[in-house]
C-alpha cells in the first residue's frame, strides 16, 4: 500500500465521501465507472486482479462492494465520472506486474536446477509472494528495499544462494533449541543481494527465508 494512496483513500472514507459517492453514483445517470482500490496491507490475487483493472466496473458491487476477498481485505469500491480517472497513488497498471510477479515461484527456485544445493528446499509460493510482497519492484510496503524493475529476482535469489558469500551476520548462527539461519550475499547489478535461509528442525531441511537487494543505488 503506498502511503500516498492509503491517505487518499483514508480521506474519502473519513470524510464520508465513500457513502455519498455512491448514493450520488446511483442517482447520476451519466454512468459513473467503479475501480477497486486496494486500501489495506497484501491484498491476495484476486483483489489485486481485480484491481488491476482500473476504472472498468459499471457499479459498486461489480467492484466487490461489501466483499471481502480475503482475510483483513480493505479493499474499497470507488467511483468517478471521468472519462480518464486518476486517484493518487493508484496505479492498475503496478497493480497488474505485482500480480504477474506473484503468480508463480520462478522456476530456477524450485530446486531442479544442477547448481541448487541438495540441501535446500525449494522456495514455496506463499515464501515467493512474501518476498516479492516486500521487495519487488511494485511492492508498496514502506521501509523495504526494492528489487529494480529491470532486476531477473528469481535469477538474483539463485545466484546469491548457489554462488554468493557467507554474509555479515555469519554464515552459521546456532542456537541451542532455536533454528539455525545462514546467510548468503551478492553483488549483482551494483546492488548487494542478501539471501537468508533457515534451518527447520522438525523437517531437518534448510529453506529460504527471505531475499532482498540493499538500499544503494
Ligand atoms: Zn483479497
Ligand atoms: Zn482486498
Given at each position: 500500500m503506498l502511503p500516498g494512496l492509503e491517505a487518499a483513500v483514508d480521506r474519502l472514507v473519513k470524510r464520508g465521501y465513500r457513502d455519498a459517492m455512491w448514493?450520488?453514483?446511483?442517482?447520476?445517470?451519466?454512468?459513473?465507472?467503479?475501480?477497486?482500490?486496494?486500501?489495506?496491507?497484501?491484498?491476495?490475487?484476486?483483489?489485486?486482479?481485480?484491481?488491476?483493472?482500473?476504472?472498468?466496473?459499471?457499479?459498486?458491487?461489480?467492484?466487490?462492494?461489501?466483499?471481502?476477498?480475503?482475510?483483513?481485505?480493505?479493499?474499497?469500491?470507488?467511483?468517478?465520472?471521468?472519462?480518464?480517472?486518476?486517484?493518487?497513488?493508484?496505479?492498475?497498471?503496478?497493480?497488474?506486474?505485482?500480480?504477474?510477479?506473484?503468480?508463480?515461484?520462478?522456476?530456477?527456485?524450485?530446486?531442479?536446477a544442477a547448481d541448487w544445493p541438495q540441501w535446500l528446499q525449494p522456495v514455496s509460493l506463499e515464501r515467493w509472494r512474501h518476498i516479492v510482497d516486500d521487495h519487488g519492484p511494485d511492492s508498496t510496503t514502506p521501509g523495504k528495499s526494492k528489487f529494480t524493475p529491470d532486476m531477473n529476482i528469481g535469477q538474483a535469489i539463485f545466484d546469491t544462494i548457489v554462488d554468493g558469500d557467507p554474509g555479515g551476520q555469519g554464515m552459521s548462527r546456532w542456537r541451542p533449541d532455536d533454528v539455525a539461519s545462514r546467510t548468503r550475499q551478492l553483488p549483482?547489478?551494483?546492488?548487494?543481494?542478501?539471501?537468508?535461509?533457515?534451518?527447520?528442525?522438525?523437517?531437518?531441511?534448510?529453506?529460504v527465508t527471505t531475499a532482498f537487494p540493499d538500499d544503494s543505488r
Open positions: 448514493s450520488a453514483a446511483q442517482a447520476d445517470p451519466t454512468k459513473p465507472r467503479f475501480a477497486r482500490v486496494p486500501a489495506g496491507k497484501e491484498p491476495c490475487q484476486f483483489c489485486l486482479m481485480l484491481a488491476s483493472r482500473g476504472f472498468v466496473y459499471t457499479s459498486a458491487s461489480a467492484a466487490g462492494d461489501h466483499n471481502q476477498y480475503h482475510s483483513h481485505c480493505a479493499c474499497v469500491p470507488v467511483a468517478s465520472w471521468e472519462s480518464s480517472p486518476l486517484l493518487e497513488g493508484y496505479d492498475p497498471d503496478a497493480l497488474y506486474r505485482q500480480y504477474e510477479l506473484r503468480s508463480t515461484v520462478p522456476p530456477l527456485l524450485l530446486g531442479g549483482i547489478d551494483g546492488k548487494v543481494v542478501t539471501v537468508k535461509l533457515a534451518y527447520n528442525r522438525d523437517s531437518k531441511d534448510w529453506f
